[in-house]
DNA sequence: CCCTGCATTCAAAACATATTGAATGCAGGG
DNA sequence: CCCTGCATTCAATATGTTTTGAATGCAGGG
């Protein structure tokens, strides 16, 4: 094969493993997907342990990964025994899967858990000294600038899910940066 | 220490070891500011090692870490000869430290990268065969969906460091959300 | 110019995570 | 009901990361 198509073919599933590392993710899992995205037919598991020149074991938890956090899809082909993969391709489809059910779900928690934390000082405040009870108002101030910035996450995240029919990245492509 | 305020502390400096774990740094950096955060005064690195109960060695390079990125701030105490540290309470200078110099680099960079590949693509394709071509307009396809969710980050970020006067999180407190 | 009290460095150790490949499981064909 | 071809599991291992603490560096006081 051409060598730029190789060239191309590499420097792009390097960089969704850069890119899947960065959102917690492996390495692997993020040049697995690469390689499915690059390949205009599904894959098995062996072409992809082939590909990336890693063990059949770590394809097959790996890929499994992929499949829960909706990336990658298995797919038949026929006359085929072996499972077939390709990747999703809607973009937009694979953030909202990850903000969905993993930001979204830290954001909760950490509200829950700051929510917790000011009404136990709240409920607790006459049974503290004099000296305890400016602590607290401290604590206070300090846990409500943290809700502040989870909420304002919380905002975000829902601005970007809410948007019910998946932004048009297409149109984006054609607006010019700077 | 009345246990209320202990037990407060305590979930804070735990969540904020695993926001920052989230946000790809050091458990131990978020714990840290975590400390700092809820200390009306300036700590020593031997009070944060000793409050935390790790080594002076781990306190000193994480501190070093949350320097680097305007987490906390030196600050000095008069009549001490130590080296004191205060968190920096600003949330969204927090915020867009991280996302100005980490964020920020990764999305140029992957630009950059597509950019080079597509060209690189259009450069060679006369040298290909037209099997090759086709799957060189393949790559071009994928490519450019990876692309538009890169300017879509970008613009993301941008709206959120544009806004020259810092997003005013009091106010996103007060919003009713769902 | 040494001594003290601190911060920093860094190699070794502890720890955490990812990968491997042999063993196991499972389904469909004969 | 066994055999084959595959996927999956998992304990052992390799790899990567963080922590530790002893050694080192450095500044200021005496």
Request: proline share 1%.
């Amino acid at each position: 094969m051409h060598e730029t198509l190789t060239a191309v073919n590499e420097s792009t599933v390097t960089g969704l493993g850069r890119l899947a590392r960065f959102f917690g993710f492996s390495d692997v899992m993020g040049r697995l997907y690469g390689t499915l995205l690059l390949s205009p037919g599904p894959l098995s598991l062996d072409d992809l342990g082939d590909t990336l020149e890693i063990s059949k074991g770590s394809v097959s938890m790996n890929m499994r990964g992929l499949e829960r956090w909706g990336m990658a899809k298995e797919v038949w082909v026929r006359g085929e025994r072996r499972k077939f993969y390709k990747a999703e391709s809607d973009m937009w489809q694979v953030i909202r899967n990850v903000l969905e059910s993993r930001e979204q779900r830290e954001v909760h928690l950490a509200l829950h858990v700051l929510g917790e934390s000011i009404e136990k000082l709240q409920a607790a405040e006459c049974d503290l000294s004099a000296e305890e009870q400016q602590l607290a108002r401290y604590y206070l101030d300090r846990i409500g600038d943290l809700q502040a910035f989870f909420q304002f996450a919380q905002l975000a995240l829902h601005a970007v899910l809410g948007s019910e029919k998946a932004l048009d990245f297409e149109a984006i492509t054609k607006i010019e940066i700077e």
